[in-house]
Structures are given as C-alpha cells and as structure tokens.
C-alpha cells in the first residue's frame, strides 16, 4: 500500500479475511501511521484488499474511509474503489427511497449495495448486473469471505493490475505494489473484466456489453509513478516523449531546461535531450510533502507549494530557463514558482507544459476544480502566459499528447481538454 501513497493521503484502510471473519482497520491519514505494526498484528489472515484514498466529491470524512464492509448473502463484504460514478445520486435516491439506509457519502456504498441486491448465490452474476446499473469509471476490489473478486469499468478509465508473487496474486492500481514485494505484474484486468481469486487460482469472466477502453490520459500525465505502466503505455516513457514533442511543438532559445519534480523530470529530460540544451535541477523538492493537487483547500495548496519545492539559485542565478511541468489547473503553483526562480535569479522564464490546457472538470474520480477556478477555462493562453508572470508559454497540443501514448486518440479519455465526456456526466 505505500508503494500506492501517490494515488491518495488523506486516509488509508486495509480489510483481512482470518479464516473466520473480515477484520479492517481504517484510519485518517498515511499508510505508514494507520498501519503500526501493532494494528498489522491485528490483520491476522491471507487475504485481504487495502485502499489509499483522497477524497473527490464526497469530501474528507472518517466515515468514507475504504474499504467499506456489508453482508452479501449473509457473508461479509469488504469494497474498495478508485472511481467515481457519474450516476451516483440518481442510484443513492432510489435506494434511500427504497429504504436503505447509507452510512457513508461514498459511491462505493452504491456500488456494495446493489451487489448485496442482484446476489443470488453467484457473485459474478451480481457484479455483472450491477455493472449494468452503474456508469463512470470504478476499478473495485471486493473481499468475500476466502476470495478476492477484482472488476474495472467497461471504458477501463482507472488502471487495475494483476501479477504474481510465487502462488501468491496480487491486483493492484500500479504495477509497483506488485513489483516492490518481489512479484512481477503478469497483465492489465481488461476493461469490463471480472476476475476472481480464490485457492483454485484466477478465474475470468466479462461483462456482457463490451465499450471502447477510454483510459484516463491523466493518469500518465500526472497521476501514475513514472515506473507504472498501464495498458502497456508506461509512464516515464510517455513523460519524456511528451517533452520531446513539446521541444518539436514549442521550440525556446534558453540556457537551461529545468524540471518541476517529479512528474516534470522525464519531460524535462526529453525536452533537453531533443533540444541539446543542458538539464538542471533548478527546484528541490521537500520529498516528504504529499501531493499539492489533491490537497483540500487553496489555503493548504499554497503552503504546500512553498513547502514542496524550493529554487536552487546557484543553478538557476543569471539562467534563461524553460520550466517544464505536467499541467496548469489553477495557475497558482505556476505563478508561485515562476516569482521565486526569478527572485533566486533567474533571467527569464519560459513555461512549457505536457498536458493541453485543462478546460474541463473531470467526473471519473480525478479532482479538478468547478470550471470557474480552471484557469485555462477562463483565460487564453496569452492571458494565462501574463497571469503566472512567464516570459512565454506553451502546451503541448492534443494530437502531441496522444502520439506521446503511441495509441489512437479513441483509446484515450481526454476530456478534461476537450470537452469529449466518454459517459455523460449530466446525469449526476
Ligand atoms: Fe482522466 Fe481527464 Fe478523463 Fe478525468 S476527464 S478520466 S482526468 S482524461
């Protein structure tokens, strides 16, 4: 699970089949203080499921803390999910009309409920049944009793790994969870797969009503580790071809490339690469803050932003620079580093950027801000370029970032640039 830290920090859970019952422990907060070895000892059992979370529309409470637990067909359940459904309110009322009775904000207890409905003694059945009542992205793991049940979203929009650790199988977010115990990630979980793992091994079967993959392509812009590789795209390879694009795209006379750590450093190393214009590292980064982005409130992004990164003036001093970075969301963490290179001497600051500009809000579990706080939502580029205080500023274009993912441009969600929502969200 800590290997997993970068996909949530506000809170983490880890639920454990003894041989008799599930156990969980959930807590507020990193994998490393929720999970003592003390409450380790209290996880006794085989197999288990855990989920690292930051919270997206539902906000920051204990009580959305996954997995979340039930009963199906007078067995416990344990649920976790990395998603959001877009028809989550719809499906929530119905069941409240109905008389269920919610102990969380979490779409996931949707998810759990209607699985204890459509079960019948068969779980893939239910799971089927309810993956033709929900819409939006959802990569789940549910813990039943001896098995580990695994299903991802017909559009596969949130990655999901299987792999192996000797007899042991691990499904996973990233194939660095596998990777780092000593296992090695054997395959994606396909779009609209269900997978079960129980002692006879893994058994698969799919959801009837096949869709185009729409694989979130913000998760090898931004979300993912650079060693993930998730649908056979891998995540450094990506960043560093984007800056090669970039370079091609949105040429810049400078002395130096410089990174924004960490997403920007393949970028940054493309870039300097393609161009032969020398790499340096002009930011430190505090590797002990979490991730700015997916902090609640501005207030908290701001501080965190100082915290986090730090120019380095003996390399940055009498420097014209460009400043690769993965995105422009709200403009305030550009605007912040652009004033303090130039403050630590910088001669110029040119900003390229590898993602396009992000116009749109995301409904499939990445949260970006209400439109009116997208800065490139509001503002045109030139407007944005004398907003953040860059002496220029480019993104790589659309065409650029998929050609970066070496797969057409249907095999992507891209619609937090363009608009292109793959399951329509206004049915929220
Ligand atoms: Fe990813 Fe953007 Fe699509 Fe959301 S809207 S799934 S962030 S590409």
Redesign the pocket.
Known sequence: MNSLQHRGQEAAGMAVFDGEEIRRKRSMGLVIDAFTEDTLRDLPGTIGIGHVRYSTAEGSHDYNIQPIMGFVGGEMIALANDGNLVNYRILRERLEEEGMMFQTTNDTEVILYLITRYYNGDIVEAIKKTMGVIQG?YSVTALIKDKVVAFRDPHG?RPLVLGEDGEDVIVASENAAIEIIGGKMTRNVAPGEIVVIDENGIHSDHYESPATPKH????YVYFARNDATLDDVNAYTFRRRCGEILWEEAPCDVDLVVPVPDSGIPSAIGYAQASNIPYGEGLVKNRYMGRTFIKPTQKERDMAVKLKLNPLGDVVKGKSIVLLDDSIVRGTTSRNLIYRLREAGAKEVHMRITSPPVK?C?????D?PNRKNLIAANESIKEIEKSIGADSLAFISEEGLVRAGKKEISK??????DGD?PVDPTVI
């Open positions: 992205a929009f979130c392509i913000f998760e749109y995301c409904y499939y579990g990445i970006t992507y969600c891209t619609a937090c640039f929502y």
